[in-house]
Nanobody
């Protein structure tokens, strides 16, 4: 597994969690990276993305202002800080590495995927 996501769990609505994604083989150190999430029976959807050096970020409208994506290139780790969580944020969250160094938001522009970590928000 090239990308290892962790940090999911059960949290009450209004709470916070921080997800991490370790790029142990440094396969995405010079690439854009992103977070996606998936609810059972639905398509995987874009959550947040960042370019290769962290200079640019983008978010889905549903998480803008509540989630923050960041990366520590020295540690080869991607993060997603999630605040003010809502029940509709409940999903399996996946980190991904893009094909290019740019910030990209389309799922088909990513070719490396972590195994997913479950976030459950209770209301």
């Amino acid at each position: 597994v090239q990308l290892q996501a962790s940090g999911g769990g059960l949290v009450q609505a209004g709470g916070s969690l921080r997800l991490s994604c370790a790029d142990s083989r440094r396969t995405s150190s010079n690439n854009g990276m992103g977070w996606f999430r998936q609810i059972t029976g639905k398509e995987r959807e874009f959550v947040a993305a960042i370019d290769w050096n962290g200079g640019r970020t983008d978010y889905s409208d549903s998480v803008k202002g509540r989630f923050t994506i960041s990366r520590d290139r020295a540690k080869n780790t991607l993060y997603l800080q999630m605040n003010s969580l809502k029940s509709e944020d409940t999903a399996v969250y996946y980190c991904a590495g893009a094909r290019s160094s740019f910030l990209v938001t389309s799922r088909n522009q990513y070719n490396k995927w972590g195994q997913g970590t479950l976030v459950t928000v209770s209301s």
